[in-house]
């Protein structure tokens, strides 16, 4: 007898949407795109239900984007991942739309009663995603080409961001430069969980080649990997001493980055089959911590 749509919903989500870790992380990012753009003398506590509506249509916006990418790699994903939820039928594509369809539902209903500006850039970023999901209608060409396709696949995020600074604060500028650097600083976050979760021991490849550790080895791949922490450990410490000088917040985020620079060293050792497992999990907790400090900066 087959499990209803819920429980079977909840085994796809364990594997393929991690909402136990993508609370965590998402809530880290709205947190830190809050501190940022809010204005003097204003504090989070005056903006709950912003952050909480932040935090909700995020987790659904990153919720449709991954349907849409089980649409467009289905095919590859059966040739290559027969051991997925959709391709082992667990769940259907039909079902994900489903779910997809009352999960867009109550995020612009949400939306449009909240903010008019914050629906606007929510539009945008819903809109690049449909492009993304035609694989900007050069499906043959950009697939060829993995490390673009990656990229501007992680663009989908870009106008996502513009919602978040929008939702707290409607009338944000970039002519903030803390505020210009954070939203660098985001998209080079999001570069460094992408990275990581595509970075496998030899034993994890397979045939379809879909990592960066296959495309141009574990130890070049592990290189790029430390230099995009470096990368946002450097942008955190410039908008950290313009917000803050709290030499102890600053000492515990020094401590995080040599954490995630030993699962680095430790992944590209090749002497444990735990090696991206453990990579992955500090490069979660790398991200989190850099967003957070920056709050804990700003109280």
Known sequence: MKMNLLKRFNIYQKERFQISILVFTTISVVLSSAAVVLGPGDVLSNHILGIFIALITSLLFMFHIRVLDEHKDYDFDTKYHMNRPVQRG???????????????????????????????????????????????????????????????????????????????????????????????????????????????????????QD????????????????????????????????????????????GTLNIAIFSIIYYASEKHKNGSMILQIFAA???????LLLVISKL
């Open 90 to 208: 667990l769940i259907s594509l039909k079902e994900l739309l489903t779910l997809n369809i009352i999960g867009l539902i109550i995020l612009f209903s949400i939306n449009v009663i909240v903010s008019t500006k914050a629906t606007i850039f929510l539009l945008f970023a819903f809109g690049y995603t449909l492009i993304a999901g035609k694989e900007f209608f050069i499906k043959n060409w950009i697939r060829k080409r993995f490390f673009l396709y990656n990229l501007v696949n992680l663009l989908q995020l870009l106008f996502l961001q513009f919602y978040l600074y929008s939702i707290i604060e409607p009338n944000f500028s970039f002519g903030n430069p803390i505020l210009s650097i954070h939203f660098v600083f985001v998209l080079f976050n999001v570069g460094l969980l992408e990275f990581a979760r595509k970075l496998k021991t030899k034993a994890e490849e397979n045939e379809a």
């Open 211 to 254: 990592t960066y550790s296959s495309k141009i080895g574990i130890r070049k791949a592990s290189m790029i990997y430390a230099a995009i922490c470096l990368i946002v450990f450097g942008l955190f410490t410039h908008m950290f001493f313009e917000i803050n000088n709290n030499v102890l917040l600053f000492i515990i985020g020094l």
């Open 285 to 291: 907790l790398y991200y989190i911590a850099m967003h």
